[in-house]
């Protein structure tokens, strides 16, 4: 049965920095591309980054240059540094491995 944990959610004033983490179980980690999803209030979940088994990243344009998806297949875990927060980042953030999410957890921006 495949796991997905995420952590390091909270709340965050305008400009600062948090790093989400989402640790799998039950599956063969490195294998797979890991993706970081978000969903704002009464809006619907939308794509945030991803990472292949190689490295090859990919982000929504909205978050270009101020966040960065990594992994560490060691650990089994995906990473994703989020700077330059805005109040539109606010949103439950949730990993996703081929048909698996994790709980989500949730990030608000505000001052």
């Known amino acids: 049965q495949v796991q997905l944990v995420e952590s390091g959610g909270g709340l965050v004033q305008p400009g600062g920095s948090l790093r989400l983490s989402c640790a799998a179980s039950?599956?063969?980690?490195?294998?797979?591309?890991m993706g970081w999803y978000r969903q704002p209030p009464g809006k619907q979940r939308e794509l945030v980054a991803t990472?292949?088994?190689?490295?090859?990243?990919n982000y929504a344009d909205s978050v270009v240059g101020r966040f960065t998806i990594s992994r560490d297949n060691a650990k089994n875990t995906v990473y994703l540094q989020m700077n330059s927060l805005k109040v539109e980042d606010t949103a439950v953030y949730y990993c996703?491995?081929?048909?698996?999410w994790g709980q989500g957890t949730q990030v608000t921006v505000s001052s």
């Open positions: 996703k491995q081929t048909v698996y």
């Open positions: 039950g599956t063969i980690f490195s294998i797979y591309t």
């Open positions: 990472i292949t088994s190689g490295g090859i990243t």
